[in-house]
C-alpha cells in the first residue's frame, strides 16, 4: 500500500490535480465509432462484473474480517499476520512496490520508522473485490503529512488477499465547499440497486466525463444536492459549472479515455478510470453516492501514472 518515497507536493499542481475530475464535461463528443466502441467495452465491464458475482461464492462476513485484520496487521507492522491472511505471490499494481509479499513487508519498516498510521474511513465489498477510502496520517514518505487514498484488495477463492490497486493525493486542509476529503456517510443502502446504481455512474462516465455528451449532466447529478468533497470545487451543480469555466479560461484540459472497473456496494459506487491531463495519463478513483437514481454525493483521488522506474510491471490497472 506503499506509494512514491520523498514525493514533493506542490499547492499548484494539487490544485490541478484535484480538480482535473471534472475537466472533461467541457471536452469535444468523440467519434461514432469510437462512442460504439466504448459503450460495448463498458457494458462488457458490468455484465463481466455481474457475470463473476454469480459464479463465485464470498462469505461477506468472514472475507470483510479477513480485510479489517489484513489492514490491522499492516498499521501494526504485524508481518506474522500478514503471512497468515495474503498469499506469497501477492500481486502489486503499486507501480513503486515489487510485486510479492515479502517486497510489500520489507516496505512497511518505512512506515514503522516514520510512525505513519493508516486510518480506515469506508470499507465496501463487490464480489472479492473490496474498495477502501482512508487517511495516512504522518504519511511523509508518501510526500506529505496527511494522504487521502483508496485501496483495493482482491480475495481469492480461498479467502487470501491475493493483490492490490491504490492511488493516493495530498489532503488538502482548506476545501471550497467546506467539506473534508473523507467525511459524509460511511455506510452503504439499497444493496438491491447495486447494478442499477453501477449503470448510471457509467452512463455519466461516458456522457460527461468522457465527453461523448455533456449536456446529459442533469440527467445524472441531482439539482437538488450534490455534495462535494473535491476540494476546489463547491457544492452544487453550480461549483461543477464554475470550476468548467475556470479551467476553460486556464486552457487546461483533460479527458477521460478509458473505464477500466466499476465496483459498488448498494448507493457507494467506486470507478477506476484512465485519462489525459496535463500531457500525462493519470489514474482516476470517483466514489459516487447514489440517491434516488441521482448522484448526490462525489469524493476522488488523481494520480500521475508514472512511466519510468517502475517496481513492477502490473500495471494500475489490469483487474480480472
Same mark, same amino acid.
Not at 461514432?32 to 463465485?56: G, L
Not at 485484520?69 to 503471512?83: C, E, H, Q, W, Y
Not at 465527453?211 to 476540494?231: A, C, L
Given at each position: ?13 494539487? *490544485?490541478?490535480f484535484?480538480?482535473?475530475?471534472? #475537466? ?18 463498458n ?27 489484513f ?18 505471490d ?7 512496490? @515489487?510485486?510479492?509479499?515479502d ?41 506529505a ?7 483495493? #484488495?482482491?480475495?481469492? /477463492?480461498?479467502?487470501?488477499?491475493? &493483490? ?15 467539506r ?10 439499497? #444493496? ?12 455519466? *462516465? &461516458?456522457?460527461?466525463l468522457?465527453?461523448?455528451? @455533456? ?5 445524472y ?9 473535491? @476540494? ?17 479560461s486556464?486552457?487546461n ?11 459498488g &456496494? ?7 478510470? &484512465? ?10 478513483? /470517483?466514489?459516487f453516492?447514489?440517491?434516488d437514481?441521482?448522484?448526490v454525493?462525489?469524493? /476522488? ?7 519510468q522506474?517502475?517496481a ?6 489490469n483487474?480480472?
Amino acid at each position: 500500500m506503499l506509494n512514491k518515497l520523498n514525493v514533493t507536493s506542490k499547492d499548484s499542481v494539487n *490544485l490541478l490535480f484535484s480538480l482535473t475530475s471534472i #475537466l472533461a464535461l467541457s471536452t469535444a463528443c468523440v467519434s461514432n465509432q469510437e462512442t460504439i466502441k466504448t459503450i460495448q467495452e463498458n457494458d462488457q465491464i458490468i455484465t463481466s462484473e455481474t457475470n463473476q458475482k454469480n459464479s463465485q461464492i464470498f462469505t461477506a462476513k468472514s472475507s470483510k474480517e479477513t480485510v479489517s485484520n489484513f489492514l490491522r496487521a499492516v498499521k501494526n507492522n504485524d508481518p506474522s499476520t500478514i503471512r497468515k491472511l495474503a498469499n506469497t505471490d501477492y500481486i502489486q499494481h503499486n507501480p513503486y512496490v @515489487p510485486t510479492g509479499l515479502d517486497a510489500f513487508i520489507s516496505m512497511l519498516q518505512v512506515l514503522q520508522k516514520n510512525q505513519t498510521k493508516l486510518e480506515n474511513i469506508r470499507m465496501f465489498q463487490d464480489g472479492n473485490y473490496f474498495f477502501l477510502h482512508n487517511i495516512w496520517r504522518n504519511a511523509k514518505p508518501f510526500g506529505a503529512d496527511r494522504m487521502v487514498a483508496f485501496h483495493i #484488495l482482491r480475495v481469492d /477463492d480461498k479467502g487470501m488477499i491475493a &493483490e492490490h490497486w491504490n492511488a493516493m493525493t495530498t489532503w488538502v486542509e482548506k476545501t471550497a465547499s467546506g467539506r473534508t476529503q473523507i467525511d459524509g456517510p460511511i455506510f452503504s443502502e439499497d #444493496l438491491n440497486k447495486t447494478e442499477t446504481n453501477k449503470k448510471i455512474v457509467m452512463g455519466f *462516465l &461516458e456522457d460527461v466525463l468522457m465527453g461523448q455528451h @455533456p449536456e446529459n449532466i442533469t440527467k445524472y447529478v441531482s439539482d437538488k444536492e450534490y455534495h462535494q468533497h473535491n @476540494p476546489m470545487i463547491k457544492d452544487g451543480l453550480q461549483g461543477i459549472y464554475e470550476a468548467v469555466k475556470f479551467l476553460t479560461s486556464q486552457n487546461n484540459m483533460s479527458r477521460y479515455t478509458k473505464i477500466h472497473k466499476l465496483l459498488g &456496494e448498494g448507493n457507494f459506487i467506486l470507478s477506476i478510470s &484512465e485519462g489525459n491531463w496535463n500531457k500525462k495519463q493519470q489514474v482516476f478513483y /470517483d466514489l459516487f453516492r447514489v440517491k434516488d437514481n441521482k448522484l448526490v454525493e462525489h469524493w /476522488d483521488v488523481i494520480q500521475e501514472i508514472p512511466t519510468q522506474n517502475l517496481a513492477n510491471k502490473n500495471t494500475m490497472f489490469n483487474f480480472k
